[in-house]
């Protein structure tokens, strides 16, 4: 059930051939009748070939641009309108433009008021507007078809009709999907009204999914959620509506009015509430720099805000602010308009959501430089409803994430490091890489159920990244842990040395900071790695003996739950304050006591299971 929408300049008779081709009357309201020119969205549908295409009329006039971009946001198509006399006119341009962006292709062009041109006017001005497009929408889109029609005498008009059908089915036999890449239906609102005995009726054109009565739908923004309590499409009731048709819904009563701009959405579609967001500028903007914090607007789906803008530090981005949270989806155009004015400034696509805090910002920033670097430059023009930017979306969640699970059949992002089905950025695999040669190399290995948190990876990426690496590293699994299949290696003369300072220390241990800086931090490190040594705060270390012996004494025979103070530990260790706390806040991280106010509850004994330490018996 697709739509098609009218473009073109004021007054070249937009309404007047809706009114030919499907019998209706766009303009509804009294203004636009009294004064003949059409102000507001308007709405018809004709039949052709059994199969239902909806129509929306737009304002031709520059002041009603926004109007204008609120009903091209869904549309599957454009039927561009040039009067004959007039030819090509600013605002046909303008109008152009605004497809364009949103990624909407010209089905047709509709030559009017031939009657009134002077012969072989009407082949003159689909040519040039034809030559105009070509230069708008690049060389590889293809030329549409054209007619000259009179409105009033109904000449061309069935012609008409049965090219826009062709048209659309030339469209979907191309594969060219009628929905976002969403998980469920949803609409932005472009109209609303009350009905006696039916309550609030919005309507809009549906995407992304089937619309059912009963149907629970989120209000954004706001996320209020609401019930589809009556359902029609094209004029008749309906149980369930397919996504690229017309509907209009009778909801539950809402907490406040519902209007234009609103988005109505399925839970979990994939739709965002934004207030701070990024944007990738459509190629033909690339060149777009305005100054920090410019005062503009912005038509989003059938919504405009007010919203202040920011250059990213990388070019061909762009930071937005709105004044007032508006809904989109990841890939959804964006327009971005002079304020107060009609004159289009750029056109993007939603990015990311985000940036309105500094950490945030830097974090976004980051990512956005390190995913633009690895495509090189920014991807082609966009095609409606799919991603258009995909390559700079993948690779900019990459770099936010770290690794991401590609779809069955996915472009692989380029520079990611691929491991099975999951990518990685080059930065978080060169770390994963790291991170997996260094357990390696600890005594007893690192347990192999540890290494999702241990990595901060999901367990499918962290096996991913193992079937990869573990050759790489000469790493292998013994008794549930991971380890070098090449053995530790000898620990460095300077390393044992130290190891026997400790052992004779026994509870007296070492105090690095003390040392004197004498650079013993690798040696200390080493020896915890392999279990010869703990590390009580970073600064102070015992022998790996000393420190279950310490442990075991400040415990004693205490069962778990039983309490423990400081007093009682440092009488039972015969240890300084020095030493005593930060070796109960080791006991703290190893799982042997939690600490409640001042006094420590035991958990577990040494030895424990999942303690970490050994019986003192091994």
């Given at each position: 059930m697709p739509v098609v929408g009218t473009a073109g300049h004021v007054d070249h008779g937009k309404s007047a051939l809706v009114a030919a081709l499907t019998g209706t009357d766009p303009d509804r309201l009294p203004e636009e009748k009294a004064r003949g020119m059409t102000t507001d969205l308007g709405f018809a549908r004709f039949v052709e070939g059994g199969e239902s295409i909806g129509v929306i009329d737009v304002p031709g006039h520059e002041r009603y641009i926004r109007n204008m971009v609120a009903g091209a946001w869904g549309v599957d198509g454009a039927l561009l309108v040039v009067a004959a006399d007039d030819g090509w006119m600013e605002q046909t341009g303008r109008h152009a433009e605004v497809l364009r962006a949103l990624g909407a292709p010209i089905l047709a062009l509709a030559i009017t008021k031939a009657d009134l041109a002077p012969p072989g006017r009407a082949a003159a001005a689909a040519a040039d507007a034809c030559?105009?497009?070509?230069?708008?929408?690049?060389?590889?889109?293809?030329?549409?078809?054209?007619?000259?029609?009179?409105?009033?005498?109904?000449?061309?008009?069935?012609?008409?009709?049965?090219?826009?059908?062709?048209?659309?089915?030339?469209?979907?036999?191309?594969?060219?999907?009628?929905?976002?890449?969403?998980?469920?239906?949803y609409l932005f609102v472009d109209r609303s009204f009350a009905l006696r005995g039916s309550g609030l009726v919005v309507a809009g054109s549906l995407r992304g999914g089937p619309l059912s009565l009963g149907q629970e739908l989120l209000r954004l923004p706001s996320g209020e959620a609401?019930?589809?309590?009556?359902?029609?499409?094209?004029?008749?009731?309906?149980?369930?509506?397919?996504?690229?048709?017309?509907?209009?819904?009778?909801?539950?009563?809402?907490?406040?009015?519902?209007?234009?701009?609103?988005?109505?959405?399925?839970?979990?579609?994939?739709?965002?509430?934004?207030?701070?967001?990024?944007?990738?500028?459509?190629?033909?903007?690339?060149?777009f720099k305005p100054r920090a914090g410019l005062a503009a607007e912005a038509a989003c789906g059938s919504a405009y805000r007010e919203l202040r803008i920011w250059p990213a530090r990388t070019p061909g981005f762009l930071r937005v602010a709105a004044e007032e949270p508006f809904a989109a989806y990841e890939g959804q155009p964006i327009i971005i308009l002079r304020k107060g004015g009609a004159d289009i400034l750029a056109a993007g696509f939603l990015l990311a959501e985000g940036g309105g805090e500094r950490e945030e910002r830097s974090r976004l920033e980051a990512a956005l430089s390190e995913a633009a670097a690895a495509l090189g430059v920014l991807p082609a023009s966009p095609c409606q409803h799919e991603l258009p930017f995909d390559g700079i979306l993948r690779a900019f969640k990459l770099e936010l994430a770290g690794c991401l699970e590609l779809a069955t059949g996915a472009a692989p992002i380029p520079r990611a490091e691929a491991a099975g089905a999951w990518a990685f950025s080059p930065r978080r695999w060169a770390s994963v890489a790291a991170a997996l040669k260094e357990a390696s190399l600890e005594a007893g290995g690192l347990p192999a159920a540890s290494l999702?948190?241990?990595?901060?990876?999901?367990?499918?990426?962290?096996?991913?990244?193992?079937?990869?690496?573990?050759?790489?590293?000469?790493?292998?699994?013994?008794?549930?842990?991971?380890?070098?299949?090449?053995?530790?290696?000898?620990?460095?003369?300077?390393?044992?040395?130290?190891?026997?300072?400790l052992d004779l220390a026994d509870r007296g241990g070492l105090d690095e900071a003390a040392e004197g800086g004498k650079g013993l931090r690798r040696e200390l490190e080493l020896l915890c790695k392999r279990g010869r040594a703990v590390s009580l705060d970073g600064r102070l270390f015992l022998s790996a003996k000393a420190y279950r012996?310490?442990?075991?004494?400040?415990?004693?025979?205490?069962?778990?739950?039983?309490?423990?103070?400081l007093q009682e530990a440092k009488a039972a260790t015969g240890?300084?304050?020095k030493w005593?706390?930060?070796?109960?806040?080791?006991?703290?991280r190893d799982g042997l006591l939690r600490r409640k106010g001042e006094i420590r509850l035991v958990l577990k004994g040494i030895g424990g299971e999942g303690s970490g330490l050994r019986p003192m018996s091994e």
């Amino acid at each position: 059930m697709p739509v098609v929408g009218t473009a073109g300049h004021v007054d070249h008779g937009k309404s007047a051939l809706v009114a030919a081709l499907t019998g209706t009357d766009p303009d509804r309201l009294p203004e636009e009748k009294a004064r003949g020119m059409t102000t507001d969205l308007g709405f018809a549908r004709f039949v052709e070939g059994g199969e239902s295409i909806g129509v929306i009329d737009v304002p031709g006039h520059e002041r009603y641009i926004r109007n204008m971009v609120a009903g091209a946001w869904g549309v599957d198509g454009a039927l561009l309108v040039v009067a004959a006399d007039d030819g090509w006119m600013e605002q046909t341009g303008r109008h152009a433009e605004v497809l364009r962006a949103l990624g909407a292709p010209i089905l047709a062009l509709a030559i009017t008021k031939a009657d009134l041109a002077p012969p072989g006017r009407a082949a003159a001005a689909a040519a040039d507007a034809c030559a105009r497009l070509a230069a708008l929408y690049g060389p590889e889109a293809p030329e549409p078809p054209w007619l000259a029609v009179d409105s009033l005498r109904g000449r061309g008009i069935a012609e008409l009709r049965s090219l826009l059908a062709t048209s659309l089915g030339r469209l979907a036999e191309s594969g060219r999907p009628t929905s976002s890449p969403s998980r469920g239906a949803y609409l932005f609102v472009d109209r609303s009204f009350a009905l006696r005995g039916s309550g609030l009726v919005v309507a809009g054109s549906l995407r992304g999914g089937p619309l059912s009565l009963g149907q629970e739908l989120l209000r954004l923004p706001s996320g209020e959620a609401l019930r589809v309590r009556s359902l029609q499409s094209y004029g008749a009731e309906v149980e369930a509506a397919a996504p690229g048709s017309r509907v209009a819904i009778g909801l539950s009563r809402p907490k406040r009015e519902i209007g234009r701009g609103d988005c109505l959405c399925a839970p979990g579609a994939g739709i965002l509430e934004l207030r701070s967001a990024y944007l990738a500028l459509d190629p033909r903007y690339a060149g777009f720099k305005p100054r920090a914090g410019l005062a503009a607007e912005a038509a989003c789906g059938s919504a405009y805000r007010e919203l202040r803008i920011w250059p990213a530090r990388t070019p061909g981005f762009l930071r937005v602010a709105a004044e007032e949270p508006f809904a989109a989806y990841e890939g959804q155009p964006i327009i971005i308009l002079r304020k107060g004015g009609a004159d289009i400034l750029a056109a993007g696509f939603l990015l990311a959501e985000g940036g309105g805090e500094r950490e945030e910002r830097s974090r976004l920033e980051a990512a956005l430089s390190e995913a633009a670097a690895a495509l090189g430059v920014l991807p082609a023009s966009p095609c409606q409803h799919e991603l258009p930017f995909d390559g700079i979306l993948r690779a900019f969640k990459l770099e936010l994430a770290g690794c991401l699970e590609l779809a069955t059949g996915a472009a692989p992002i380029p520079r990611a490091e691929a491991a099975g089905a999951w990518a990685f950025s080059p930065r978080r695999w060169a770390s994963v890489a790291a991170a997996l040669k260094e357990a390696s190399l600890e005594a007893g290995g690192l347990p192999a159920a540890s290494l999702p948190s241990r990595l901060g990876l999901p367990a499918a990426a962290c096996a991913a990244a193992l079937a990869r690496l573990g050759p790489e590293l000469a790493l292998r699994l013994e008794g549930g842990n991971l380890v070098s299949a090449k053995g530790l290696p000898e620990l460095p003369r300077s390393a044992l040395e130290l190891a026997e300072r400790l052992d004779l220390a026994d509870r007296g241990g070492l105090d690095e900071a003390a040392e004197g800086g004498k650079g013993l931090r690798r040696e200390l490190e080493l020896l915890c790695k392999r279990g010869r040594a703990v590390s009580l705060d970073g600064r102070l270390f015992l022998s790996a003996k000393a420190y279950r012996a310490l442990a075991e004494a400040a415990l004693g025979s205490r069962p778990a739950g039983a309490e423990l103070s400081l007093q009682e530990a440092k009488a039972a260790t015969g240890l300084s304050r020095k030493w005593i706390i930060p070796l109960l806040n080791r006991m703290e991280r190893d799982g042997l006591l939690r600490r409640k106010g001042e006094i420590r509850l035991v958990l577990k004994g040494i030895g424990g299971e999942g303690s970490g330490l050994r019986p003192m018996s091994e």
